[in-house]
């Protein structure tokens, strides 16, 4: 129990910092398909009964020491031409799309209906030739992504090759707006994002029509327009039978991606996605938020310690000649609430020597 206090003051003693930790997050393509199993049946690739999503694992998902890394999905507007009957999981893929873009975007105020995604900066304009109503969607782990994406940083090669050999040309993405100038970034209901392009590109050619999607740094989602990325793209989807079950493989016409969209499952669709991811990468970012009490001892303090081995014989032990001036170490700093009450206690790596001819200044950070 401490014997003498010294009150903080919050104007002058107490402050409020934060830092951003980051790191780099590697993602590579071997992982996605192929490293555990045969394509696309993988180890590290988990389907649901629901079939509305598939989740990616660095490690067979069924060891202890399996991470998540990020789901995939794939949805369309109910106004998107890919919506009908006989489409399959025509709710589902309308409802993932519905969900996202409520959680992302919010509702319109003027028809009171979920926003549609848009390859620009602004979702208020409704322009047709920037809607997204036909996306891809990746979902990042909490567990990797932390707080947030770090803006600038996200990059992501797609091959948009052949189906047997889709590596032979590719297409990088990155957030480039937001790499340049960071006051290119949106802000909406899911917080701030940035507008996937070329990364090969000119930002002096750059427009909403260029855009390959979008990428949402607090929510770690990313929303592709497959009608952007796959243009051109015949063959994104092999054989034809199994693709109507559900599977993705060898042996059947070419399928363009509204195909694909339309008439394969969800499931089938991730993995025509999966065969196309060469690499990802982005920085994670950790925010840590501080106060720091600066705790100050005046000369006229602290001089004396409330150990009871301080004294013997009503003498104190540290002085030698009775008119030498009082002395103490100081090794811990203890925090206080208003009523006395300790709350917090800070160690000093060494012992500090504290007497009447000098003052000192400890600072004492919290993290949280």
């Known amino acids: 129990m401490a014997l003498t206090y010294e009150r903080l003051n919050q104007n002058t003693d107490v402050t409020t910092t934060r830092t951003l930790l980051h790191e780099i997050i590697p993602l590579t393509g071997t992982i996605v398909s192929g490293t555990y199993g045969t394509f696309p049946d993988e180890e590290n690739i988990k389907n649901y009964t629901h079939g509305m999503f598939q989740s990616v694992y660095d490690y067979p998902y069924l060891s202890s020491s399996a991470n998540h890394i990020f789901d995939l999905a794939v949805g369309y507007d109910e106004t998107s031409e890919l919506s009908g009957t006989t489409t399959v999981q025509n709710a589902k893929k309308i409802n993932i799309y519905n969900q996202l873009s409520q959680i992302l975007l919010g509702y319109s105020a003027s028809t009171n209906t979920v926003e549609i995604f848009e390859s620009d900066l602004d979702f208020t304009d409704d322009t047709v ?86 990428i949402f740094y607090q929510s770690g989602i990313v929303a592709l327009s497959a009608s ?82 301080y004294t013997t014989g009503s003498k104190i032990r540290v002085k030698n000649v009775a008119s030498d001036q009082p002395v103490a170490y100081v090794t811990t700093i203890g925090l206080y609430s208003a009523s006395n009450e300790l709350l917090a206690t800070a160690k000093l790596s060494e012992p500090l020597r504290k007497d009447p001819t000098n003052e000192l200044t400890l600072r004492v950070r919290l993290d949280y």
Not at 153 to 159: C, K, P, R, W
Not at 179 to 193: F, M, P, S
Not at 265 to 292: G, V
Request: with cysteine; hydrophobic share 35%.
């Open 228 to 309: 952007a990325i796959w243009s051109g793209v015949t063959d994104f989807a092999s054989g034809a039978a199994t693709l109507l079950s559900g599977a993705i493989g060898e042996g059947g016409p070419a399928r363009t991606v509204d195909y694909m969209q339309s008439s394969a499952s969800i499931s089938a669709s991730c993995d025509a996605l999966r065969h196309r991811i060469y690499n990802m990468s982005y920085n994670n970012t950790t925010e840590i938020n501080s106060t720091i009490y600066f705790c100050r001892m005046p000369v006229n303090k602290f001089n004396y310690s409330s150990n009871p081995t």
């Open 129 to 214: 030739a920037n809607q997204m109503k036909s996306c891809m969607f990746i979902s990042f782990s909490r567990l990797i992504t932390k707080d947030q994406v770090k803006k600038g940083t996200f990059t992501l090669s797609l091959g948009n090759g052949t189906w047997g050999a889709p590596f032979d040309t590719q297409l990088t993405l990155q957030d480039l707006r937001a790499n340049v100038d960071g006051t290119q970034v949106g802000n909406c209901v899911g917080g701030e994002y940035g507008v996937l392009f070329d990364a090969t590109a000119s930002l002096s050619t750059e427009t909403p029509s260029s855009s390959y999607g979008l």
